[in-house]
């Protein structure tokens, strides 16, 4: 059902056993008191917890391989409550086999970005908030190249998201001196082609990456923008050079992430319709590239007003609420849904 959590929740007389999809909740079904008691030692015995204590919460792990969604990571606390300990599990998915194309509502703009990839050498960047499936992008995207383009591809990530097979992915730890800056030196002395750095951060990050891929590297990464021009102005606030940009910028991504109509429900969907509908969320997405990028680097750098005109994110969203997709937010949140019109 694609749930990201599922909690046994003990009761006067029985045990509720609920699920997360959406951020909403649902019911599945209420057991017995005995019965759920019984489920939780189980589970707290496979992710080595202590059966014994239940006055004191705990925290546990298991991996879990699923026939339909392959690997996927739990992760357990309990809870004493009044009535009974309760438990929730945090369900992790490590597999996502959905092909780029299946991400977005208008897939062209995906197809266009999957042709950035096939460059020796560049900088990709993706901005948009948190949760708005950069990563599930960038994944998708590493893996379709890894299918036809033998390349190595390092990845340097905060924490690791899903684990990929012909990959080799590095995680931060700070403790130990990984940070990002040293995480990615480390990485360019590994002999890469392709490096993935969860998030541009700071100057000395987007210096590197500029430099990176000056020199026969690809470089991904994320920034924290709210959309493709933004994307721009904050690398210059890093104090990266336009120069630099118009050299190594291939191209920068900004996107959103909505929940589709669903043809059956209108707006809340039963568990019934949750079950069968897989795919209940997919992007929008922005793509700044080419001749209409460097444009828009030449005004940034002479400091004039930005007049190009592309297809933006709003534009996407309209035409996707005009095509029936997804529902026009109640409020006026023009802001939220990604681009103020200037
Ligand atoms: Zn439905």
Known sequence: ??????????????????????????????????????LISH??????MDIGEKRKPQNGAIHHYLPVNGNVHLRLSTLPSAYNEALAIRILPQEDNTHYTNLSIFPNVLEQVYSLLLRPQGLLLF???????????????????????KRQVITLEDPIEKKMDTVLQIEINEPAGVTYLEGFKSILRHDPDVIMIGEIRDEATAQLAIRASLTGHLVLSTLHAKNTIGCLYRLNEFGIHIEDLRQTLLGIVSQ??????????GNACSL?????????????????NGQLLQNVMNMIQ????????????????HRAVAMDYISAPFSDTSTEHGYEKT
């Open 1 to 38: 059902m694609g749930a990201t959590d599922l909690h046994i929740v003990p009761q006067r007389r029985s045990s509720l056993i609920q699920v997360r999809i959406n951020q909403r909740l649902y019911p599945l079904e209420e057991v017995p008191l005995i019965y759920s008691e019984r």
């Open 43 to 48: 589970f707290k015995f496979l992710a080595a």
């Open 127 to 149: 901005a948009g908030p948190t949760g708005s499936g950069k990563t599930t992008l960038m994944y998708s995207l590493l893996k379709e190249t890894q299918l036809y383009k």
């Open 256 to 265: 959103r992430l909505y929940e589709l109509k669903c043809p059956h429900c």
């Open 272 to 288: 019934f319709c949750m079950m069968r509908r897989q795919q209940r969320r997919m992007g929008v997405y922005e793509l700044l």
């Open 302 to 317: 002479a400091k004039k007003p930005i007049t190009v005109s592309f297809p933006k994110l709003d534009d996407y969203f």
